[in-house]
């Protein structure tokens, strides 16, 4: 099985999904009462495509004949460009919960559930902005190709703390849906994503780095189809003024998805250079191919 057509999977897998998702919420969900009108059969449908390219995408990587070998920096535009880009959304998002909470202390008015909870909200403000100065620091190596958490290779656990905080905030605040499926769209997502960045700390930090990375593929393709065929399509709905009650703030929304898209292209990098075939692979290419 070919690392390379597991990611083919997983953009399938997210592509169908936002569709359906974006179907499903036009035509068949009723923003009055939170309910679906078709007994929630392609909001099911809507979940279980990206879940079903999620596990497939995992199983061939698992099963995969190649090697994932250590993270080889190379220079590359797109992943120090989409780092770039959580970077400044996940800074922007922290600035405008900032804003937010000023004009809630004096107004008393917030557009975020959980500014009243100030230990959650200032946990989740912090580590957005430190993550988001991270993603432009780690921009750097991204584009110069090299590998410049050496010095400090567990950096990236401010990575993880912001995970941590973004799946508290999905699980106390933004789980209260009557569908199943909202639920598990915003919880699970979080908690994919959480993963992913904990494998993604111990890859740039050498640590058993074989098994790291094949784990950041499993994980990381689970996060990056449920995060993208949520958040997406919830995104693409607010611009056409379709919001429902108790769904998760756009700044939010968007740092997430800007995460999720540097996952998906930092996976396409890592096959490219990271994962190659094993040596038993590659000796038994050399018998079929050496002259007698």
Known sequence: MNVGNALKVLCVGFGAGVVLRVIQMLYFFDYSTGFYTDGGVVAGCSLGLPLLAALVSGIMCFKSRRYFGPYVPRRNVLVGGTAIFSGLVLIVSAVLQAVDYLGYLKTGITRYDFSHQKII???????????????????????????????????YLVAVAWGVANLILAYVFYAKSSSFVENFFSVISCASMLMTLFYLCKLFAGVDEEGAAKRVFVSGGLAVVLTVTYCFSNLALMLLGRQYTGEIPAPIQLSSLSVALFVLTFLINFRKYSVRRTPAESAKDDRKFKPN
């Open 121 to 155: 909200h200032f946990a989740f403000l912090i580590t957005s902005l430190l993550f988001g100065a991270l993603q432009l620091y780690m921009s750097v190596g991204f584009f110069t190709g090299k590998r410049n958490l050496q010095r400090m290779p567990l950096l």
